[in-house]
């Protein structure tokens, strides 16, 4: 027997009412949403002011069906293009799961780019707003795929913390799930918050975003080294994973944001 320590057993469904049920993973979305709405309402105010509460009231909307579609479809085309191009129908089966960040990431790039033309808000400001908050949903996410018992770790029979995951075998395996809530979540936000409480930080528009992305590129690509790569993936170019690569875009855009002020 090799020790591990004991996962959790945390049904994933907080209720169940007939055919309908409420999930944790279907929460943390909810969760991370309301509450980076709430702070973003007092981000935006502050000096300089890019926009107004009640535009951040509106622009919920469009954040959720950025996140919601373009988690999806960026699940189906980056992950399993083919599965899903052979019964298109699974597409719109969320509840079966699959979600990505990175696609999750470019529907609400669309979705805040086509709000603030709309009601001319400066882009890279608001941006900068939305920056410090979406680690808020990353780390709630994270938790609920460990409460789901899904996208764990590496073997790791030497890590005294390793855990046997149900669907995960026999082995020991890191909690990735928990190290990603708290590089991409939490240490994120910190970051970033604290930041945003600086003046000559806010000023330059885009630095906020530049540190997002650079410091989200880095802890996504320091976690996978952690994570098992999914089983119909694996290790992809130079043993890199796919959240790997799909980071690296991100890591450059962060970059010439934080170089461009």
Do not use: K
Request: with cysteine.
């Amino acid at each position: 027997m090799i020790p591990a320590l004991l996962f959790p057993q945390i049904d994933p469904v907080i209720v169940q009412i007939g055919p309908f049920g409420i999930r944790w993973y279907a929460m943390a979305y909810i969760a991370g949403l309301v509450l980076g709405w709430r702070l973003m309402r007092r981000l935006v105010v502050m000096p300089p002011s890019v926009a107004t509460p009640l535009q951040v009231d509106d622009f919920l909307t469009w954040a959720t069906l950025g996140v919601v579609l373009g988690g999806r479809l960026g699940y189906v085309f980056f992950y399993q293009p083919s599965a899903f191009l052979a019964d298109p129908v699974r597409i719109l089966q969320v509840w079966t799961g699959g979600m990505s960040f990175h696609g999750g990431m470019l529907g609400v790039a669309i979705a805040t780019v086509w709000f603030c033309r709309r009601n001319a808000i400066p882009l890279l400001g608001f941006a900068d707003r939305i920056a410090v908050v979406a680690p808020i949903g990353l780390c709630f996410g994270r938790i609920a795929n460990f409460i789901n018992g899904e996208l764990w770790g590496r073997e790791a029979p030497d890590v005294p913390w390793a855990m046997a995951f149900p669907y995960g075998g026999p082995i020991p395996r890191h909690p990735s799930q928990l190290y990603q809530a708290f590089l991409e979540g939490a240490l994120l936000f910190a970051v970033v918050f604290i930041a945003s409480r600086r003046d000559s930080i806010r000023e330059q528009a885009g630095l906020l975003t530049g540190i997002f992305l650079t410091g989200y590129a880095l802890a996504r690509i320091v976690g996978e080294f952690f994570r098992e790569p999914d089983a119909f993936l694996g290790f992809l170019f130079a043993g890199a994973t796919m959240g790997q690569l799909l980071s690296v875009p991100m890591l450059a855009a962060g970059i010439w944001l934080m170089r461009r002020r």
